[in-house]
């Protein structure tokens, strides 16, 4: 394997070195989102039964109790429970700008590796490529044949550049979307239970003030 590495030329590096970061990445991601994903639709059965019983800061704890992003604004909404429907709508809207943040974190990091790793590759391409036609000139001034083993150490070179970059860059494009589609989930459920959260406390307050 290091001796490919080292016929691959200077660009391998570089390439080992963005498919260490994008699994890296991958790996953090994953378990991040593992870990924010919850049962949304249970969690906003409990709250909001909570919540017509009154008990508020029960909701509160239920919040805290909870991990990831959902609960968090959630919490944010109970909060402002005695303010009116705009107020706590935009405390809401307050903390999932706070959140999102958080599950795109390294995504853009990602998306760029899965860009310039083949572009790395073709580096490699060309760099090797230009070696093997140096040889050849080299060859032709000195009035010498060109033997098709002087070219091969060029062409191993072209090759490996390139087939270390596609390597590199299609698993980590297809971690990236999956990855993406699991935000896109996530931020879904985060505004279905916003929304539940606002209407409910705003039945409350018009109950109060009828």
């Not at 991990?67 to 107020?87: N, Q």
């Not at 943040?101 to 899965?114: F, K, N, W």
């Given at each position: 394997?290091?001796?490919?590495?080292?016929?691959?030329?200077?660009?391998?590096?570089?390439?080992?070195?963005?498919?260490?970061?994008?699994?890296?990445?991958?790996?953090?991601?994953?378990?991040?989102?593992?870990?924010?994903?919850?049962?949304?639709?249970?969690?906003?059965?409990?709250?909001?039964?909570?919540?017509?019983r009154n008990k508020v800061i029960e909701a509160i704890e239920?919040?805290?109790?909870?991990?990831?992003?959902?609960?968090?604004?959630?919490?944010?909404?109970?909060?402002?429970?005695?303010?009116?429907?705009?107020?706590?709508?935009?405390?809401?809207?307050?903390?999932?700008?706070?959140?999102?943040?958080?599950?795109?974190?390294?995504?853009?990091?990602?998306?760029?590796?899965?860009?310039?790793?083949?572009?790395?590759?073709?580096?490699?391409?060309?760099?090797?490529?230009?070696?093997?036609?140096?040889?050849?000139?080299?060859?032709?001034?000195?009035?010498?044949?060109?033997?098709?083993?002087?070219?091969?150490?060029?062409?191993?070179?072209?090759?490996?550049?390139?087939?270390?970059?596609?390597?590199?860059?299609?698993?980590?494009?297809?971690?990236?979307?999956?990855?993406?589609?699991q935000i896109d989930s996530l931020?879904?459920?985060?505004?279905?239970?916003?929304?539940?959260?606002?209407?409910?406390?705003?039945?409350?307050?018009?109950?109060?003030?009828?």
């Amino acid at each position: 394997m290091w001796e490919l590495v080292q016929k691959g030329g200077p660009m391998m590096y570089l390439i080992i070195f963005c498919s260490i970061i994008a699994f890296g990445i991958v790996i953090e991601r994953i378990y991040h989102l593992n870990k924010a994903r919850i049962d949304s639709n249970k969690f906003m059965d409990d709250i909001i039964n909570v919540l017509k019983r009154n008990k508020v800061i029960e909701a509160i704890e239920m919040c805290n109790s909870t991990p990831g992003p959902i609960a968090h604004i959630i919490k944010a909404g109970i909060l402002k429970h005695d303010r009116s429907k705009a107020e706590i709508r935009e405390a809401v809207e307050e903390a999932a700008q706070l959140e999102i943040p958080r599950l795109e974190r390294h995504m853009s990091v990602l998306a760029t590796i899965a860009h310039i790793a083949p572009l790395l590759g073709l580096v490699g391409t060309v760099t090797g490529m230009i070696k093997s036609f140096q040889i050849i000139q080299q060859k032709a001034m000195s009035m010498v044949p060109v033997n098709p083993g002087d070219l091969a150490a060029g062409i191993w070179e072209a090759l490996l550049a390139t087939l270390a970059g596609l390597s590199v860059a299609i698993p980590t494009y297809v971690a990236y979307n999956y990855l993406a589609s699991q935000i896109d989930s996530l931020v879904y459920d985060m505004e279905k239970s916003a929304t539940d959260l606002v209407n409910i406390l705003s039945s409350r307050r018009d109950t109060y003030e009828v």
